[in-house]
């Protein structure tokens, strides 16, 4: 069995369709599944299309800094 190639923020927010700026963003506010390798930020498209599907990436999951719905 193959092992999941790790991809690069910019081959993640090509995937879907978003900004960089998006990704890192998502990262912070949204617990978009990225794994830290060094500086970089690496992911598996798999795990990322799970976290979409779960709805992850919905605006009304996002909270403000007091953890209340923004």
Known sequence: MTAEPWVSVDQIAEHLGVTRDSIYRWIDRKGLPAHRVGRLW?????????????????????KDSTGNRA
């Open 42 to 62: 690496k992911f598996q498209v798999s795990e990322v299309d799970d976290w979409v599907r779960a709805g992850g990436a919905d605006d009304e999951k996002t």
